[in-house]
């Protein structure tokens, strides 16, 4: 009996590890895009307000990034959810920073999603 509580804990414990790697990664990924994002003209030449540039720079670099980070950041959280009464006995701040990093992709696709409808 012991043996399999042994295991269901490592099994766990390597759920969070992913969990919390997976966090930071979206979160760098968010960073990161929205730096080259900001400074595309000096770094690439893209001007702000000429089209084509700025649409295939969206188009190959910015959405694509910001897409994988948006999965990332759905994975972590569904993962979180999943586990909610397993990881209970675990520190709540830990549950808690993987959350705050990954949030902030998802309310970063929100507030661009409603800025396009709105606007």
Not at 4 to 10: A, C, D, G, R, T
Request: proline residues 3%.
């Amino acid at each position: 009996m012991q043996y399999i509580e042994k295991k269901l804990n490592k099994r766990h414990l390597n759920k969070i590890r992913w969990s919390t790697r997976m966090a930071f990664v979206s979160f760098g990924i968010l960073i990161f895009a929205i730096l080259i994002n900001e400074f595309r003209g000096t770094l690439f030449g893209v001007r702000k307000g000429y089209a084509p540039l700025n649409f295939a720079f969206n188009f190959i670099f910015y959405l694509p990034s910001i897409a994988i980070s948006l999965g990332l950041a759905f994975m972590v959280v569904g993962r979180i959810i999943k586990h909610w009464k397993i990881w209970a006995n675990l520190n709540k701040k830990g549950i808690m920073i993987m959350l705050s990093l990954s949030l902030p992709v998802l309310f970063f696709v929100v507030f661009f999603i409603t800025r396009i409808f709105y606007n």
